[in-house]
């Protein structure tokens, strides 16, 4: 197949040069003067490479790139910019999607090698494409609807599999490396029967029709069986990952009969699994798609829940185990939306990650606890702390770090009082990237705090690196912990390793008194959790922090008095 090359560019003084350069090369030029002519070119054409001009009116080369990939998602991307138009250009690179960012004015053998290059990296797709026979989804769905037609009684399943933290690494490495990568871990066509048909679809997901056998009735096992022909482990930017996936599949003839539908529910079930966490594949039912249309449904009134002031926050104490005294509290957001009523954060707080509401959401919750607490303790002799979660998505935002100085600076908090909790996911990013956002932080004199810790990501050798003041022990810890001596023992160690690496140490999901004597007893500093109060709306949290100053003063006189008699 002749590669086709296809430059769009609002000047046609450039484009006529273009064709110039390229007058004597092996392909097939084509040209447009601005987006609706490249898209309507890119229906009709298969096009190999893409350059757009950045700057471009009504749509910048950015959005055309966008949308031609959705058109065309094998199509090699790049983007010609000028000087001023750089940082734009380079951001869309950073964010994927781009195969490469040239600037103007361009020299016509860069620019020549520039395509030979891009030409290559499309040539290279499609021979492991072809090598290891994977389908489009075009042509996967006319499979499907072809072998559905000539026996209607045929058992098979549909199965979507899906690389797990694949955002993470489109993030780090690249869509176009991404989409190579899953290209280089597709099994090749003599791995399997006939009786299996591979697919890529949007360069993210694989989805397999499979016929099954006659001795064989279990679609789940089937599915499963599937990811044996994977590697278990890979190399994407000069790194060893391991493979891991989410899997969900629709049964034949039982869900749908049409290659759309099917495939459709397939995702559904994977999208199921991923949020679950399941480690096995889960299977399509009517509910999925009951579930999925309430969380479009939430996600709709989600979008005006914040202009309608359906959000408040409720406050969790934290205590000084050592005298009883108040710490601080930690800030949870509770929405009470006018339709549903009162929505479990569970539910709604992975839509806004979803969708980018999280950012403007966590920055009202940042505002809202500052401003709330600088009214209640505005010179407070014992100055308790405020903490307030920050997920990994508003810390990735460029404006994250201005906003928080804007909310300390707007309600004149002293920086030291505001503690961000973060989870221990972010562990997984960047690491590099990671300490530069957490330091410009701690630059403000805001204090930092590891959420969740012993959940499963954090490397020692990470955490020794890491800014941070505070660890947060997950309840999974401590709530089962006087059930046995290596529980116990666990808690005790990651107690010993928080102080070892100066870090103050706090125990969430205390809820009993033999706990907390023995959390005294191990040296943590802070306690959180039913034992003294769950979170509660702001007018009984002053209650509740007036009744433990009640308790620490009486603390404080029983010591006194002990000190007394022992001298």
């Not at 278990?232 to 969900?248: C, L, M, P, Y």
């Not at 505002?367 to 702390?385: G, I, K, L, Y």
């Not at 490397?459 to 660890?471: A, T, W």
Request: hydrophobic share 40%; with cysteine.
């Amino acid at each position: 197949m002749e590669p086709v090359i296809l430059f769009v560019d609002d000047e046609p003084a450039i484009l006529r040069a273009i064709k110039r350069i390229f007058r004597h090369s092996p392909w097939q030029i084509l040209t447009a003067e601005n987006s609706i002519d490249a898209l309507n070119i890119l229906q009709q054409t298969p096009i190999s490479v893409l350059v757009s001009d950045y700057s471009m009116p009504k749509q910048t080369g950015a959005e055309l790139l966008a949308m031609a990939k959705a058109i065309r998602p094998e199509t090699v991307r790049m983007i010609l910019s000028g000087n001023n138009d750089q940082d734009a250009a380079i951001d869309a690179v950073n964010h994927g999607g781009v195969f490469k960012f040239l600037t103007k004015p361009f020299d016509d053998i860069c620019l020549i090698n520039e395509v030979e290059n891009a030409v290559a990296e499309w040539q290279s797709q499609i021979f492991i494409q072809k090598e290891k026979k994977l389908l489009n989804q075009k042509a996967l769905v006319q499979l499907i609807n072809a072998e559905l037609l000539q026996d209607k009684s045929m058992e098979a399943i549909v199965v979507v599999l899906a690389v797990r933290d694949i955002d993470r690494m489109e993030e780090r490495f690249g869509i176009d490396a991404v989409h190579q990568h899953l290209c280089s871990i597709a099994p090749s066509s003599e791995s399997f029967a006939d009786s299996l048909s591979l697919a890529l679809l949007d360069n993210r997901y694989f989805c397999g029709f499979v016929k099954l056998a006659n001795n064989q009735h279990d679609p789940e096992l089937t599915a499963r069986t599937l990811l044996e022909f994977f590697p278990k482990n890979s190399t994407i930017g000069e790194q060893v990952h391991r493979v891991a996936f989410d899997v969900g599949y629709a049964v034949v003839g039982s869900d749908e009969t049409n290659g759309i539908a099917l495939i459709g529910n397939a995702q559904l079930a994977m999208q199921a699994a991923r949020e679950c966490g399941a480690s096995t594949a889960v299977a399509f039912n009517k509910q999925l798609t009951a579930n999925r249309r309430k969380q479009s449904e939430l996600e709709s009134h989600l979008s005006t829940a914040l202009i309608n002031g359906e959000f408040s926050l409720y406050y969790q104490p934290k205590i000084n185990i050592s005298n009883n005294s108040l710490h601080g509290a930690e800030a949870l957001i509770r929405w009470d939306s006018g339709t549903y009523g009162r929505v479990p954060p569970v539910d709604f707080i992975p839509l806004t990650e979803r969708n980018g509401m999280i950012d403007d959401i966590g920055e009202w919750v940042i505002n809202e606890a500052v401003r709330q607490w600088t009214h209640w303790f505005p010179n407070s002799v014992f100055d308790p702390t405020i903490s307030v979660n920050v997920s990994s998505h508003q810390l990735k935002n460029k404006e994250f770090i201005q906003r928080l100085e804007d909310a300390l600076t707007t309600h004149g908090i002293q920086p030291s009082l505001l503690e961000l909790e973060i989870t221990e996911s972010l562990m997984v990013e960047d690491i590099s990237k990671v300490i530069e956002i957490l330091q410009a932080i701690k630059d403000l004199g805001v204090k930092l705090s590891i959420d969740d810790f012993g959940t499963g990501y954090s490397s020692l050798s990470y955490l020794s690196q890491l800014p941070v003041d505070i660890i947060k022990i997950d309840r999974s810890f401590i709530m089962p912990m006087l059930e046995s001596d290596e529980k116990l023992g666990l808690v005790r160690n990651l107690i010993k390793l928080g102080h070892d690496l100066g870090m103050q140490l706090v125990a969430e999901g205390v809820e009993e008194e033999d706990q907390l004597v023995i959390l005294r007893d191990f040296g943590c500093d802070i306690t959180q959790g039913y034992y003294f109060s769950p979170a509660v709306a702001a007018d009984e949290f002053i209650k509740k922090s007036c009744d433990i100053l009640d308790l620490h003063m009486h603390h404080k006189h029983v010591m006194s008095v002990n000190s007394r008699y022992q001298h």
